[in-house]
């Protein structure tokens, strides 16, 4: 089983819609979780860290689900430019810190 | 405060030759991370280094590959006879040490490598 595990998409949403995608995690000891964004052909950046409470930036939602090992994350009212790929990153608990990648899932929003 | 630098932005090598890549860090930064990313792929992690030490090289392939982050200077990713097969994005990233945020990566703008 992989590491992280994403749907790759492409999800294809019109303006307006609301979107969610799940990542999922094989290793319970992972401490640490965050979503990054990146588009075509440049860098990823940092989307938003994901708590164990849960967190909301403006339109975007994440959502940790510890018993099940997955994080999610949430987007209302897509825009045009919410289109990007959406990484799921998870790192382990203590010690040397492996960053591990999902493939990410691929979003287009629609006019 | 100048982020993760990387150069060259892009590199165009022909089959045999060399390929350098290097990387400096955020300032403050003592961790780097290197990944690959070929097209329409995703980031697969190649090595993690902190200064003068290679932590996890796990992800680097067994010949022709090498890493290095001397107590100065950039990191440094080196290829040697480069193949057709190692054309593909190179990103660089950097985090700080002892804090809260020590896994919160910052990317470069990448290196992109074409291999004729």
């Known amino acids: 089983r992989k590491e992280v595990e994403q749907d790759p998409g492409p999800f294809n949403v019109p303006e307006g819609a609301t979107v969610a995608f799940n990542c999922t995690y094989s290793n319970s000891a992972s401490q640490s979780f965050f979503w990054y964004r990146q588009d075509c052909r440049k860098e990823p950046k940092l989307l938003m860290s994901v708590y164990s409470s849960g967190n909301e930036d403006g339109r975007f939602t994440a959502q940790l689900n510890r018993a099940s090992q997955y994080i999610s994350l949430l987007i209302r009212d897509s825009k045009l430019s919410d289109s990007a790929t959406y990484l799921c990153?998870?790192?382990?608990?203590?010690?040397?810190?492996?960053?591990?990648f999902g493939i990410g899932t691929k979003l287009q929003v629609i006019p | 405060n100048a982020g993760v630098m990387q150069n060259p932005r892009h590199l165009v090598r022909r089959r045999g030759q060399e390929a350098r890549l290097r990387c400096s860090p955020m300032?403050?930064?003592?961790?780097v991370y290197w990944y690959r990313q070929l097209p329409e792929e995703g980031l697969k992690f190649m090595v993690y280094l902190q200064k003068e030490n290679i932590i996890d090289e796990s992800g680097m392939p067994k010949e022709r590959f090498s890493a290095e982050f001397p107590k100065e200077g950039p990191s440094i990713l080196r290829i040697q006879q480069v193949v057709r097969g190692d054309s593909a994005a190179y990103f660089c990233?950097?985090?700080?040490?002892?804090?809260?945020?020590?896994?919160?990566?910052?990317f470069g703008a990448g290196s992109r490598l074409t291999v004729l």
């Open positions: 300032k403050g930064h003592s961790h």
């Open positions: 990153v998870v790192t382990p608990r203590g010690g040397y810190q492996k960053v591990t």
């Open positions: 990233a950097s985090s700080p040490w002892g804090s809260s945020g020590a896994n919160v990566l910052t």
